[in-house]
């Protein structure tokens, strides 16, 4: 099978951070990005940034340039330059027409009314019915359905066995790319080892796993920190009250990610130096310490 996307060989490590420009960033995508800095820079490998800008309607006027500038303040410089999604769609185009070439999509006219009406899950109702592209979504055949993987944090994963063996959508009804497509071409295009992020994303770990085969891609490996922040982007625990992100004094939100991150900073690191802060980090940084989520109170 060939396809428009060629992988480098993953032998290095290459980390990335992906933000949404949907709005700033909170303590809670503050720690998503420290953690895969951390665990980037203490491999010795490369950190880069990609900006998943794929979502007009969601986006926030100037949120991309904020959160370049709030990851400076914060130290976390990246490797290479930065990656926008909306600049991609070449290739994205080229991977749904490989896809189409080589029967592994199909497109769909369900509604989400009419898949809950079947109790929730995609049974490939149009996968034989070869209809206009016209209205459709593209959906990919999910012929690995991948549902359990090792968590380079979590440990053993076992996801909803169902959800993560449905055909999952790759391009969109309204016309946009999916971020199932996006992502996972995006960590090949990249040449992306490891992915250090949010546990929101355990579950589409699994169809990211199962497309990287259908893409006949290696996947990088996987590890999901916990964000139990509110909406307002403060930590649950009474005793670790997270600060707002302040791009003129990122000492004591940083202190308070590392605290979240089970990192035990030196209480003297208080009073230091952004750069001083992240050098003891990425020396000190300890995978196993990273709470697990069943380990965390919701
Ligand atoms: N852009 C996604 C988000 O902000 C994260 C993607 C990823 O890390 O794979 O939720
Ligand atoms: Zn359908």
Redesign the pocket.
């Known amino acids: 099978m060939k396809f428009s996307l060629s992988q480098r060989p993953l032998s290095q490590y290459r980390g990335r951070f992906?933000?949404?420009p949907s709005g700033l960033l909170h303590f809670g995508s503050l720690v998503a990005a420290l953690a895969s800095y951390l665990d980037a820079k203490h491999h010795h490998g490369r950190w880069l940034v990609r900006i998943?800008d794929i979502d007009p309607p969601r986006e926030q006027a100037g949120a991309s340039q904020q959160i370049l500038a709030t990851l400076d303040a914060f130290g976390l410089h990246w490797d290479e330059q930065v990656l926008y999604q909306s600049q991609q769609s070449e290739l994205y185009l080229d991977v749904l027409s490989d896809l189409k070439k080589h029967q592994l999509s199909y497109c769909c006219q369900c509604t989400r009314a009419q898949i809950k009406a079947i109790g929730g899950i995609y049974q490939g109702h149009c996968r034989s019915l070869n209809l206009d592209r016209n209205k459709s979504a593209i959906r990919v055949i999910n012929k690995h359905g991948i549902y359990q993987y090792q968590d380079v944090i979590q440990g053993q994963v076992s996801c909803n066995q169902a959800l993560a063996q449905e055909d999952f959508i790759v391009f969109r009804k309204d016309g946009l790319f999916a971020y199932q497509l996006a992502?996972v071409v995006d960590d090949i295009f990249q040449g992306i080892s490891h992915?250090i992020?949010g546990f929101?994303?355990l579950e589409p770990t699994a169809r990211q796993l199962s497309f990287f085969q259908i893409l006949a891609c290696q996947a990088p490996q996987y590890g999901h920190i916990p964000l139990a922040v509110t909406e307002e982007g403060y930590k649950l625990s009474k005793q670790n009250k997270a600060p707002a992100i302040n791009n003129e004094k990122p000492q004591p939100a940083l202190i308070a990610a590392l605290n979240f991150l089970g990192q035990s900073p030196d209480s003297e690191l208080a009073l230091a130096s952004v750069n001083e802060i992240i050098t003891w980090a990425v020396q000190n940084w300890q995978r196993e310490n990273v709470p697990k989520v069943a380990e965390i109170a919701l």
Do not use: G
């Open positions: 992906a933000p949404s998943e992502c992915v992020r929101d994303l």
